[in-house]
């Protein structure tokens, strides 16, 4: 059974900081890992990650994975309020009827004080 | 571009009747819908896969017989959740891709509550 975790489950920073969020994966045929953000609805797409070692940036948010752990990171640097939010990463399967499924971890609630 | 809807965004019903969910892909063929539910402070579960023009594929332990999943066009899912309980109460969210293995986007959800 794929299976998607992420750490921490939550963590509580000041404006300004940086944060990394955690994603491990044992996802069967793997095929592309992605980070979503969750505020009240429904999750928005950030980023997905197909290549090891390649960064993905978008403004103060960057992402990599590395496939030979199985492992991804998201960062967060100068942390603002409005990044308040769960962050969801999910591992795609590539296999059969499978194919397209998204396995979701837990999530990472991140609480950002002025 | 990518933007996917759902209606309706919050739904009461009273406990043994239907309700339907629609799921649309405003500006993109979606070949690919996928339905999942969340239940508070946990993570999105897949309920079901469904491709246009064909039957839906439930994940194990979901029921197909109360989550009727029907892909009409490739631009509209619906999701009916027939004879609804207490315990059907959740947030439904759907999700459009253009090409399974693809990035999903994701509607706004629907919060169901059944009395």
């Known amino acids: 059974e794929d299976k998607v975790v992420q750490s921490p489950l939550s963590l509580v920073v000041h404006e300004g900081d940086t944060v990394t969020l955690n994603c491990s994966y044992e996802?069967?045929?793997?095929?592309?890992l992605l980070w979503y953000k969750q505020e009240k609805k429904a999750p928005t797409f950030l980023f997905m990650l197909?290549?090891?070692?390649i960064e993905k940036k978008s403004g103060r948010l960057s992402s990599i994975l590395d496939k030979k752990e199985l492992f991804s990171i998201l960062n967060i640097t100068a942390t603002q309020t409005g990044d308040s939010a769960v962050y969801l990463c999910?591992?795609?399967?590539?296999?059969?009827?499978?194919?397209?499924?998204?396995?979701f971890g837990q999530g990472t609630i991140l609480t950002v004080h002025p | 571009g990518a933007v996917v809807s759902q209606h309706p965004s919050r739904v009461i019903c009273k406990s043994g009747t239907s309700v339907k969910i629609e799921c649309r892909s405003l500006?993109?063929?979606?070949?690919?819908m996928f339905w999942y539910r969340q239940f508070p402070k946990q993570s999105l579960m897949l309920m079901a896969t469904?491709?246009?023009?064909?039957?839906?594929?439930?994940e194990q332990g979901v029921e197909k017989d109360k989550f009727l999943i029907n892909h009409a066009s490739l631009t509209l899912s619906t999701l009916t959740v027939t004879s609804a309980h207490p315990e059907d109460s959740s947030f439904y969210i759907c999700?459009?891709?253009?090409?399974?293995?693809?990035?999903?986007?994701f509607g706004p959800g629907t919060r169901l509550t059944v009395t």
């Open positions: 999700s459009a891709t253009r090409d399974r293995g693809y990035e999903q986007y």
């Open positions: 996802v069967t045929n793997f095929r592309s």
């Open positions: 197909t290549s090891s070692g």
């Open positions: 999910a591992g795609t399967n590539a296999g059969g009827t499978s194919y397209g499924k998204l396995t």
């Open positions: 500006d993109f063929q979606a070949t690919t």
């Open positions: 469904s491709n246009e023009g064909s039957k839906a594929t439930y």
